[in-house]
């Protein structure tokens, strides 16, 4: 359980709200004056079963973290930390430990970032950075635009420069030594650790200054050279470029990988804004991840070396030149595939043609680059590939000795769908049956440190089973009472909170199933999809941002914290084990959407219900009729939502 999910599942939003507002019960909820704005009759119903409230009278709805948000002018997590105080749960991020880090963290990011500044007016004024200039605009054929967009920078050759800058800006020497900007020998003398280099800042995910990478220019060693681990750089989580290009890759749904910074700066040049680059080593799951929640397909984009090494393909590191000489990027690629099962991504490998790199490729033609990573081939196929051409597969012994090679590849596929596709595929490659192959890999002894997959989590986001009919009684309340198949698993298990999540969830994959949601809705005569059907705040925020995406729009300043709730949540795959069908994602998408309003309409009918019995009980005919008026509108809806449940057709968009 996340710590988000603790503090939810602690927190009793009546007692919260009861701070602010007096509640009275009234069936299941409660009532009160709206605290947002000024009424005589109650209008305002906090729900404990769902932990919601909703106040007819100013219309605002939500959660208990949307209560203290709007109450109390927090954000997100503020309201996060603040409640967990409340209930004693002791945040992961905030123990006192990090609490002191955080401090600690934050100075180091300003001696970086004013590191980045200082670097960056050498590059444009010092008469020194002449020659790396040059090096820019001759050879890399960088723009003055790009240069000054990626902040690019240059060291002088100093020992004491960049010391004697940030020491003049109030920063001690241990904190330059501890942000990886100045280097402490062993006889306790420091000194600048970039001198004489073109400098690359290199930023984390919110586009903080966290490191640097950097190159040498008179041909002096190392060659290339990164900023050391530190507090605030950790090479293995970050991604270079990803500040720049995470609202692209999700609109696109497509994030390129490539090898160098220069490859990254170049494409995005070309106007390939959807590329990233790692930090010198092999790919770690935290980065993969971190591209998953952005895009479901990944294309590594490799020289053929790095693609095509036979070593490689059996898991054996190859020194490749990168931004440190002592870092070894490597192309694992059973790791890779095992992340690829693991996230349920699509990771395809894109070659490199004539050993040219990226930026060398878009700046000659950016169709060529398109096409390139057009063909890209899913990963486990061109592993294979690239396994049997190593062999002699017109000979029996080659033909054996090919399936052992493959087979620790085809094991690692969590899919057996896809597992069953590749032995097949093997077997056409080889000439051989499906039957022999699946035969001969039985036979294979598996590796000692391989264990049995683990049961697939229960997470939560994942939505009711999917069929299609739905049945449902509403008492006289207005509360949903559910008839369930044997077999069939309750839907009222699932909360909105869920539901929620994983419709947010479906349109982070695929924006553009938004415009099947709303055709669906306006087809059933209801509402299109807004931010009033979500009640989680971080949520309903990342369903703004995915408006927005799904017409091909950016929202300026946009809050991305609604990633780190769906970050690990899985959608559920269609019959034949897929989850990129393009049908079978809206259907899921539009199920998911009526679902979620069903709810948000029984919700309303109880609150309306028990409005018109309270104005009946004080003889206010007027407000009554009102009341009754709205009563008609929200069962005129709920009825429309449940056909459209219950219709195949209404669901099924062509």
Not at 187 to 195: A, L, S, T
Request: net charge negative; proline share 5%; glycine share 6%.
């Amino acid at each position: 359980m996340s710590s988000i999910d603790d503090v939810r599942s602690r927190t009793d939003i009546v007692e919260v709200i009861g701070k602010y507002v007096k509640l009275t019960r009234s069936g299941r909820s409660y009532k009160g004056l709206s605290p947002f704005q000024n009424e005589r009759t109650p209008s305002f119903f906090v729900f404990p079963e769902t932990q919601t409230f909703k106040d007819f009278s100013s219309g605002e709805q939500g959660d208990v973290f949307s209560f203290m948000m709007k109450k109390e002018g927090l954000t997100f997590f503020e309201a996060l930390r603040e409640l967990a105080q409340r209930v004693g749960v002791e945040l992961e991020q905030r123990n006192e430990n990090q609490i002191r880090n955080e401090g600690q963290e934050e100075r180091l990011r300003m001696a970086t970032a004013q590191a980045a500044d200082y670097f960056h007016q050498l590059l444009i004024s010092a008469p020194q950075a002449a020659n790396c200039r040059a090096y820019l605009k001759d050879k890399r054929h960088l723009i003055d635009e790009t240069i000054k967009t990626w902040n690019m920078g240059y060291s002088l050759m100093d020992y004491h420069a960049l010391s004697n800058y940030l020491s003049a800006r109030g920063f001690t020497p241990q904190e330059m030594v501890d942000a990886g900007l100045a280097i402490e020998n062993d006889e306790g003398h420091r000194y600048d650790r970039f001198r004489g280099r073109l400098i690359i800042p290199i930023k984390d995910e919110k586009g903080r200054a966290v490191g640097f990478g950097s190159r040498s220019l008179d041909g002096s060693e190392p060659k290339y050279m990164n900023s050391p681990q530190t507090l605030i750089f950790d090479k293995g989580r970050l991604l270079f470029g990803l500040d720049r290009a995470r609202t692209v890759i999700r609109n696109l749904q497509e994030a390129v990988l490539v090898e160098g910074y220069m490859d990254v700066i170049g494409t995005h040049q070309a106007g390939f804004a959807n590329v990233v680059a790692g930090m010198g080593t092999s790919l770690t799951e935290s980065q993969l991840k971190m591209l998953k929640r952005l895009s479901s397909r990944i294309v590594l984009a490799l020289d053929p070396d790095a693609a095509g090494n036979r070593a490689v393909m059996r898991d054996v590191d190859v020194a490749r030149e990168s931004l440190d000489k002592d870092d070894t990027p490597t192309f694992d690629t059973r790791g890779v595939i095992q992340h690829e099962s693991k996230l349920n991504a699509d990771i395809r490998v894109a070659v490199m043609p004539d050993g040219l790199d990226p930026d060398e490729i878009v700046l000659q033609s950016p169709d060529r680059w398109r096409e390139v990573i057009k063909q890209a081939r899913p990963v486990v196929e061109h592993a294979i590939d690239t396994l049997l051409a190593s062999f002699n597969i017109d000979d029996p012994h080659g033909k054996s000795e090919a399936v052992k090679a493959v087979a620790p590849i085809v094991r690692d596929l969590s899919d057996p769908v896809k597992r069953d596709y590749y032995v097949q595929q093997l077997g056409r490659k080889l000439h051989l049956s499906a039957r022999a192959v699946a035969a001969a890999m039985a036979t294979l002894p598996k590796p000692k440190s391989a264990g049995t997959a683990a049961p697939r989590p229960t997470v939560q986001g994942q939505p009711p089973e999917p069929d299609f009919p739905h049945e449902s009684d509403m008492s006289s309340d207005g509360e949903q009472h559910l008839r369930s198949r044997p077999g069939e698993r309750l839907r009222g298990s699932v909360n909105r909170p869920d539901l929620e999540t994983h419709m947010v969830t479906i349109l982070a994959r695929r924006p553009s199933t938004l415009m099947d949601v709303n055709v669906a809705l306006t087809r059933a005569n209801l509402d299109m999809l807004s931010h009033e059907d979500f009640t989680n705040p971080a949520l309903r925020a990342g369903f703004v941002q995915l408006s927005y995406a799904a017409t091909g729009q950016v929202l300026p300043e946009a809050d991305d914290d609604w990633l780190e709730l769906i970050a690990d949540v899985q959608l559920e795959e269609d019959s034949s084990g897929n989850i990129d069908d393009e049908t079978y994602l809206r259907e899921l998408a539009v199920r998911t959407a009526l679902r979620l309003r069903e709810q948000n309409l029984l919700r309303d009918r109880s609150a309306v219900v028990m409005m018109t019995d309270d104005a009946q009980s004080n003889n206010d005919r007027p407000l009554a009729s009102q009341y009754n008026l709205q009563l008609q509108g929200v069962n005129t809806k709920l009825l429309r939502v449940q056909k459209a449940l219950r219709l195949r057709s209404m669901i099924t968009i062509v």
